[in-house]
Nanobody, 118 residues
Framework: VQLVESGGGLVRAGGSLRLSCAAS????????MGWYRQAPGKQRELVASIRSDATTYYVGSVKGRFTIYRDNVKNSVDLQMSSLKPEDTAVYYCHALQATVDGADEYWGQGTQVTVSS
């Protein structure tokens, strides 16, 4: 399974960015997709996830500001980030969780840097 991210960059506080992740090598509509982030000196945290039935989860700090989308035809998942804050600065990783007969396999993208200036 390959996950390729795009869309990171530098933005001012209050601005918006959209991250995209293209998945290949998996049966996409059976995979839970998500976005994690890791800021310097902090643990990696789950930001948002979306199941194949479009059920979503958001960490409290991004609720109302971020929206996760998935396209089961294009095998992609996007994260629309609005009203960005300096504390959103981190490396953002696309993540896939695929159920197996023994449990689950997980896959990661290479990460994309998001920097929000004050």
């Amino acid at each position: 399974v390959q996950l390729v991210e795009s869309g990171g960059g530098l933005v001012r506080a209050g601005g918006s960015l959209r991250l995209s992740c293209a998945a290949s090598g998996t049966i996409f509509n059976r995979v839970i997709m998500g976005w994690y982030r890791q800021a310097p000196g902090k643990q990696r945290e789950l930001v948002a996830s979306i199941r194949s039935d479009a059920t979503t989860y958001y960490v409290g700090s991004v609720k109302g500001r971020f929206t996760i989308y998935r396209d089961n035809v294009k095998n992609s998942v996007d994260l629309q980030m609005s009203s960005l804050k300096p504390e959103d600065t981190a490396v953002y990783y696309c993540h896939a969780l695929q159920a197996t007969v023994d449990g689950a396999d997980e896959y990661w993208g290479q990460g994309t840097q998001v920097t929000v200036s004050s």
